[in-house]
């Protein structure tokens, strides 16, 4: 069974930083593609940022510029580094994945960002 697991949210003010963390656990072949999705109260949730195995990067426009995702040297583990958050970017940030063609998702953590 592979399972994730986030950690790093809270509550901070605007212009401040937040980093947050995903674990992969379990059996996996190789270094899979990862990605940070939030979920905002009356929004859909959106694709924050992504890594693929071979370690190349995307991200949305709202927060380009600002976030970085990065894996550890373990592997396992992946980054989300959140600088200058903004009030708009309170949500719940989930990370997931895809085995064997099923979405492996996190529990999520919440992110809070005070003005």
């Known amino acids: 069974q592979v399972q994730l697991m986030e950690s790093g949210g809270g509550l901070v003010q605007a212009g401040g930083s937040l980093r947050l963390s995903c674990v992969v656990s379990?059996?996996?072949?190789?270094?899979?593609?990862m990605g940070w999705y939030r979920q905002a109260p009356g929004k859909e949730r959106e694709l924050v940022a992504s890594?693929?195995?071979?370690?190349?990067?995307t991200y949305a426009d709202s927060v380009n510029g600002r976030f970085s995702i990065s894996r550890e040297r373990d592997w396992r583990w992946v980054n989300l580094q959140m600088n200058n958050l903004r009030p708009e970017d309170t949500a719940v940030y989930s990370c997931?994945?895809?085995?064997?063609?099923?979405?492996?998702w996190g529990q999520g953590t919440q992110v809070t960002v005070s003005s």
């Open positions: 997931k994945t895809v085995i064997r063609g099923r979405e492996v």
């Open positions: 379990g059996r996996i072949f190789g270094i899979v593609a």
């Open positions: 890594i693929t195995g071979g370690g190349s990067t």
